[in-house]
């Protein structure tokens, strides 16, 4: 099968007053079902990365950027950015991303069952045995008239991980999704996460500074170095 995602010479810059800093990618290819963790310290681009992936940045440059999806025709990003074709790309995240923020970024007004249902209601999709075959999987299924202030963290981000996954999107993006939790309770939810993400046959991508919850969960991890340049420039280079 093609990739979801191929990617070459890709660089997205970002520059202050000071000092400038640059992600580049030179090549990357991401399987269908893959489980894939970009692991490097605060500041080195994970999260940079991640979102271009779920195409809510746009790169500066970009040799190749190319999203093949379920039941779709591959998708030319870094084309449909030039030609602000950007409802396009919302209705590509909305149907085929999931993205698992570290906040969670749950409603406070809606119950849990409708915090999880509201992905599939956006697109006019039902909402079947899907909410609560999810809550059962996360463990979360006796909260579902809750509100989230009513909930601990770590259930409010089972939530989120939940509402992510309700669409069946092709792609789950998770942006340190653990990171507010004790080390228990995320290595927890990790493997509850990874577990339902492999039985929906979904692609995964992880950011994480944990290398040792990468390693346990046998995830692919991504080469990663940090450069200085010239100039107060500084290089973050991911690839495969």
């Known amino acids: 099968m093609p990739p979801v995602y191929r990617l070459r010479e890709v660089v997205k810059t970002r520059t202050t007053q000071s000092s400038t800093f640059r992600l580049v990618i030179p090549e990357l290819s991401i399987q269908p079902g893959e489980r894939v963790a970009m692991v490097g310290q605060s500041g080195c681009g994970k999260s940079t990365l991640l979102d ?122 998770a942006d340190e999704p653990t990171a507010s939790l004790d080390p228990i309770t995320g290595r927890r939810i990790m493997r509850l996460f990874m577990g339902l993400v492999e039985n929906l046959g979904m692609t995964v991508l992880v950011a994480s500074h944990d290398w040792a919850q990468v390693d346990r969960l046998d995830l692919r991890k991504l080469t990663h170095h940090t450069r200085q340049k010239a100039d107060n420039v500084t290089e973050s280079v991911f690839t495969d």
């Open 52 to 173: 271009m992936l779920a195409m809510v940045l746009q790169p500066n440059e970009a040799a190749e950027f190319i999203f093949n999806p379920r039941d779709t025709d591959p998708q030319d990003v870094q084309l449909l950015w030039q030609k602000s074709r950007r409802n396009r790309l919302s209705d590509l995240r909305k149907r085929h991303i999931g993205y698992v923020l570290q906040t969670g970024g749950l409603l406070p007004y809606l119950t849990v069952r409708d915090n999880i249902a509201l992905s599939r209601r956006l697109q006019g999709l039902s909402e079947g045995e899907s909410t609560r075959r999810l809550a059962e999987g996360m463990g979360i299924e006796g909260h579902l008239d809750k509100l989230p202030g009513l909930l601990s963290a770590g259930e409010r981000q089972r939530v989120a991980i939940a509402r992510a996954l309700a669409h069946e999107p092709s792609v789950v993006i």
